[in-house]
């Protein structure tokens, strides 16, 4: 399994004026609120800490179809290399985090590896940036059929119950889909369905 999120530090939202003490204490545990700057200096390590509860969400939510989002119980580990972990009550979803200009895109898996995982995030142009989901759904077609060296006419994009499913030739794939987009920011993650490395 796996989910992902974007952000764009560049968005009105994501400045650190956004910031309020308020939405700290409801979004971040203890240990979260030590790691953030007085004074809301450093709005990047907030919305690093953002996405990554997101995406964990995102993946927990597959196992987990009633699973509310509640951001202070979703805990977030990460070294100075921005790898780390996301501790949902018992489980612990695998994180890595990367920070290009003003885009942050966070991804979880269920496999300490990240063995066959497909991810990317990218800025859109001004006409992508008129409909994000769209331009989501086709970064990803386009990335994931070259990956498996096919066309991207033969990929589709469903949702069900909210997750969307990427659908080869007319069969459901078996790989886990996620898509975020943010601002000018759009990102995804593919890769296999399950895995039981990660998960305790």
């Known amino acids: 399994m796996v989910g992902n999120d974007v952000v764009d530090l560049s968005d009105p939202d994501s400045s650190r004026d956004a910031c309020h003490s308020r939405f700290d204490r409801r ?3 203890a240990g979260e609120l030590e790691s953030l700057p007085a004074g809301h200096s450093d709005a990047q390590r907030r919305w690093i800490l953002w996405s990554a ?5 995102k993946a927990a939510r597959r196992a987990c179809a009633e699973l509310a989002f509640s951001p202070a ?6 070294d100075a290399s921005l790898r780390g972990s996301v501790a949902v009550g018992a489980r612990r979803w695998p994180l890595r985090v990367r920070v290009d200009g003003d885009c942050v895109h966070a991804v979880v898996s269920c496999d300490e590896r990240f063995d066959g995982i497909l991810s990317g995030s ?5 006409d992508g940036s008129r409909d994000p989901g769209r331009a989501v759904r086709e970064f990803a077609m386009g990335s994931i059929a ?8 033969a990929l589709r994009i469903e949702k069900i119950d909210r997750i969307p499913r990427l659908i080869v030739a007319g069969e459901a ?8 987009h943010h601002g000018f920011y759009v990102g995804f993650a593919y ?8 998960l305790r």
């Open 27 to 29: 979004v971040f545990s």
């Open 53 to 57: 509860k997101e995406a964990a969400y």
């Open 73 to 78: 119980h979703f805990v977030v580990d990460l």
């Open 122 to 126: 990218r800025r859109l142009g001004p």
């Open 146 to 153: 070259a990956d498996l060296g096919v066309s991207a006419r």
């Open 173 to 180: 794939a078996p790989g886990a889909l996620s898509l975020s």
């Open 191 to 198: 890769g296999p369905a399950t895995h039981a490395s990660g």
